[in-house]
């Protein structure tokens, strides 16, 4: 069962493994990022970055869909987590039914990004697709840990 879809540029690091894991009380996580799961040395290393009674993969957008797919199919607690709401965006449109829910944390400032909230930053593009998404039903909510301030996307988004 997945507990949880998050986006973070991060994605697996010390808040990570410390607070996100152990508040949904996740036992599986799902990388999705293209870069990561073909590169083997930073492979390695995110699927090693996960205490010892936690399982983790790294999978291209292609690769993900069928394992989150079964991840919402099955009873083992699951955190997908990917960079970027488009990829969210995707899976919402490949698999049914997919928990309409998305956490978005960590997203760095950069070209052509557009402050979202203090910690998160969005291509017009993104933006798009988070409007998209949250007109189609998803809950989209902004907030970096458990226990820090939560900023609902239905709360700002006339801002976008």
Known sequence: ???LIRNDDRLIHGQCVTQIVKVHAIEHIIVIDDFTATNPFLKRIFEKAVPSHIT???LT???AVEAVRAAAGNTISTLVLMKTPLVMQRLLQEIDPLPKDLNIASIAAGQNRI??????YLTPQEIAAVKQMGEDG???WFQL???SPCTEWDSIK???
Do not use: G, L, R
């Open 1 to 3: 069962m997945i507990k």
């Open 56 to 58: 983790a993969e790294a």
């Open 61 to 63: 957008t292609d690769q």
């Open 115 to 120: 402050a979202v909230t203090k910690y998160a």
């Open 138 to 140: 998803v809950h989209i």
């Open 145 to 147: 840990i458990p226990t």
């Open 158 to 160: 006339m801002n976008y």
